[in-house]
């Protein structure tokens, strides 16, 4: 299985690699540093499904919706920690009074991102759901 999948992938894999490479070649991290360590970032479940037409779709939706549970546990741990931020004020008096708002930018990053995958998360399984009743 894995052969096949590796096979699949060595297609697409330059493309992939020229588009990381400008991107690390041309984008800075934190204002000052290369962006680098892009080009070690690998994200299995991506790597799965760009994958899923030669491999076990069924693997690859149990990985969807194994990342949508983590993406709904970080949403609700996210909120959590919001609310203890807020401790009853509105956002608005939080960024205005608070004596550091970097911790709050940077949770409610998280938190989009988190409820970004989990929207991808259903949409994926709903086109791989569509895609199987098409070929049943």
């Not at 992938?9 to 070649?25: G, H, K, Q, T, Y």
């Not at 550091?100 to 940077?106: E, H, I, K």
Request: charged content about 25%.
């Amino acid at each position: 299985m894995n052969d096949v999948i590796g096979q699949a992938m060595s297609a697409l894999i330059p493309v992939e690699r020229s588009a990381v490479n400008w991107f690390a070649d041309t984008a800075y991290c934190a204002g000052s540093r290369p962006a680098r360590a892009v080009r070690r970032f690998r994200d299995e479940l991506m790597v799965k499904v760009q994958a899923v037409d030669v491999g076990a779709i069924e693997a690859v939706r149990a990985a969807v919706e194994e990342r949508m549970l983590w993406a709904q546990a970080k949403i609700a741990r996210y909120e959590r920690l919001r609310s203890r931020l807020l401790n009853g004020h509105s956002e608005e008096e939080y960024l205005a009074l608070a004596e550091r708002v970097g911790p709050y930018l940077t949770l409610m990053r998280g938190l989009a991102f988190e409820r970004e995958n989990h929207q991808w998360g259903e949409w994926a399984l709903a086109v791989l759901n569509r895609r199987s009743a098409a070929t049943t």
